[in-house]
């Protein structure tokens, strides 16, 4: 079967070009607006599920992989910060502090509709950052369309104090054990020639 990866999302395709599998690419354009009351694990497994369902009519015998991302502090989602001034009211709010990342992960089966879906979280603890670290830091750097106001595939690595998770690809948008996993279930397997 083809593999589809339902975003247009660079670091997805980076991560994704690590299996070494032919694949093609297809932008879901939905709306990633939240719904009242909704869990944030519960949104992104409901978006990665959109984003796979978006795209599938296209893609008859395909496997198609939807993913999304939201960061969690104190309860409350941290978004892309879009530019220098969120990004650093992010950083500081996140100095000293844990995060959690959750990733939400949808793999469809357009000949049978069969549908996966899981949500891997993944934490990062900040180290404690002054106004000074932060600037250099987006300076640098620039994540502003980043979750977290950060890259920790970058120099972003050395804002944090350390990672809690069983996979660290899930920081980074995919993550590959599960994916890997939910292949599998389908018939394809990554190992077999």
Same mark, same amino acid.
């Given at each position: 079967?083809? @593999?589809?990866?339902?975003?247009?999302?660079?670091?997805?395709?980076? %991560?994704?070009? *690590?299996?070494?599998?032919?694949?093609?690419?297809?932008?879901?354009?939905?709306?990633?607006?939240?719904?009242?009351?909704?869990?944030?694990?519960?949104?992104?497994?409901? %978006?990665?599920?959109?984003?796979?369902? !978006?795209?599938?009519? *296209?893609?008859?015998?395909? %496997?198609?992989?939807? =993913?999304?991302?939201?960061?969690?502090?104190?309860?409350?989602?941290?978004?892309?910060?879009?530019?220098?001034?969120?990004?650093?009211?992010?950083? *500081?709010?996140?100095?000293?502090?844990?995060?959690?990342?959750?990733?939400?992960?949808?793999? /469809?089966?357009?000949?049978?509709?069969?549908?996966?879906?899981?949500?891997?979280?993944?934490?990062?603890?900040? *180290?404690? /950052?002054?106004?000074?670290?932060?600037?250099?830091? /987006?300076?640098?750097?620039?994540?502003?369309?980043?979750?977290? =106001?950060?890259?920790?595939?970058? /120099?972003?690595? !050395?804002?944090?104090?350390?990672?809690?998770?069983?996979?660290?690809?899930?920081?980074?948008? @995919?993550?590959?054990?599960?994916?890997?996993?939910?292949?599998?279930?389908?018939?394809?397997?990554?190992? =077999?020639?």
């Amino acid at each position: 079967m083809d @593999l589809v990866l339902a975003s247009t999302s660079p670091y997805r395709k980076t %991560l994704l070009d *690590r299996l070494q599998v032919d694949y093609s690419c297809d932008s879901p354009e939905i709306d990633e607006a939240p719904l009242a009351g909704e869990s944030i694990e519960d949104m992104v497994v409901r %978006l990665a599920t959109s984003k796979a369902e !978006a795209v599938a009519g *296209r893609h008859p015998h395909a %496997l198609i992989i939807g =993913s999304d991302q939201s960061a969690e502090l104190d309860g409350k989602a941290l978004t892309k910060p879009g530019n220098f001034d969120n990004a650093m009211t992010q950083l *500081r709010q996140a100095s000293g502090r844990r995060i959690v990342f959750h990733t939400g992960l949808c793999v /469809l089966n357009s000949d049978t509709g069969h549908v996966q879906t899981a949500c891997v979280p993944y934490t990062v603890v900040f *180290r404690t /950052l002054s106004d000074e670290m932060i600037e250099q830091y /987006l300076h640098k750097e620039q994540p502003y369309n980043c979750a977290g =106001s950060f890259k920790s595939e970058g /120099l972003g690595i !050395a804002l944090f104090e350390k990672f809690e998770g069983e996979d660290p690809n899930a920081l980074i948008g @995919l993550p590959l054990i599960k994916l890997a996993s939910m292949l599998e279930n389908e018939g394809y397997s990554l190992l =077999s020639s």
